[in-house]
């Protein structure tokens, strides 16, 4: 069992490694008070983007984690943003509308490549995502995959991070994830892992899974060698197991149960625990199961429009439209089984008088 990091080889699997084998018992942390980086929808409505529920949205999230005080970081451009539905200039615009409400705040934008060929990889392709979230710092980025990216074997996978990282000018996220996202995904073995977690660039990753428990290798990994490099949850099926383990989340899921997440977040901490925490996690990841549940293809994408329908019963936004290009439209009354997923979560929320998340419609 591999435990020493000169001994991974391109082709090693987690599997191969002590981290794939850790519990999470054994990274419990009720102490540290990680950040929560919400990626944030962009509304649309009347197929054009609805600024005002977009800056009424970001107003509530922010709300949210004043009231248990939370660190908040947005992260804007990102797949709840329909990143890869956007021109140049809607991209630029939805940064220039956040820097009008928070003229100093810093943000992460995710970055991908744009025109970009599924066969022949070009870290040129990032450049135009980066050079506009770059000119509007304070702010990091989180470099996306693409397909032809993704392909490349682990060692040219790594030069091509490490091309990319030669326009960057600001701190770093990678972002890996599986097909239940995107069907030719795949997540970062452990040497590849290593490596990106040691460029200077790079101070920590996002990880994106919903059927195996990468984020808990990463986290057992880089405690264990000591690495600086922050492993942040993109897994919305396993939200508690972050905040047991102290480390920070960035999902789409921390805005359809933004001040849930908030109060969890609180409430597990050492020196305001509250039993009752338990069952909050458990209220909430019932609500994601049914956001982020699997189409008849294995693919969680529509969890967008599910996050829509939730933001608007709320009264949070206008319409639960999604990008008029995406075609990750759920099927049948969307509503009316989000209405029914919510059940559960708005009578914790009552019950633990955790406030801003109450149904409007």
């Not at 897994?235 to 960035?250: K, T």
């Amino acid at each position: 069992m591999i435990s020493d990091s000169s001994e991974l080889k391109p082709t090693t699997q987690w599997s191969e490694t002590k981290w794939a084998h850790s519990r999470e018992e054994e990274l419990l942390d009720p102490v540290s008070q990680p950040r929560l980086c919400v990626a944030a929808l962009l509304p649309f409505r009347d197929g054009r983007p609805d600024w005002g529920s977009f800056e009424r949205m970001l107003q509530w999230m922010t709300e949210c984690a004043d009231a248990f005080g939370v660190e908040i970081t947005f992260v804007l451009n990102a797949d709840t943003g329909y990143v890869f539905n956007l021109s140049n200039e809607l991209y630029e615009e939805v940064i220039t509308r956040f820097r009008s409400l928070y003229p100093e705040a810093s943000f992460i934008s995710g970055v991908t490549a744009v025109g970009a060929s599924p066969s022949d990889f070009r870290a040129s392709c990032y450049h135009p995502h980066l050079e506009i979230a770059q000119a509007h710092s304070p702010c990091e980025v989180m470099i996306m995959t693409s397909q032809a990216l993704n392909a490349l074997d682990p060692e040219n996978r790594r030069d091509a991070y490490f091309g990319i990282a030669e326009k960057i000018e600001v701190p770093a996220l990678v972002h890996a994830l599986e097909p239940a996202f995107v069907p030719w995904a795949t997540p970062f073995g452990p040497w590849l892992l290593h490596q990106l977690a040691g460029h200077v660039k790079f101070t920590g990753g996002k990880i994106s899974t919903l059927d195996e428990p990468h984020f808990l290798y990463w986290a057992s990994m880089c405690r264990d060698l000591g690495l600086d490099f922050a492993p942040h949850s993109g897994d919305d099926f396993g939200i508690a197991s972050a905040i047991r383990m102290g480390l920070p989340l960035l999902i789409g899921a921390g805005v359809s149960a933004c001040p849930l997440i908030c109060a969890a977040k609180k409430y597990w901490r050492k020196d305001d625990f509250d039993s009752r925490v338990y069952k909050l996690f458990e209220a909430f990841q019932s609500l994601e199961d049914s956001v982020f549940r699997l189409d008849d293809k294995g693919s969680a994408a529509g969890y967008k429009h599910s996050t829509a329908e939730i933001l608007n019963m709320l009264g949070v936004i206008d319409s639960a439209e999604i990008h008029p290009d995406c075609p990750d439209l759920r099927p049948g009354d969307e509503e009316a089984r989000m209405r029914e997923a919510l059940i559960r979560p708005l009578r914790i929320a009552g019950r633990m008088n955790i406030p801003l998340y109450s149904l409007q419609s």
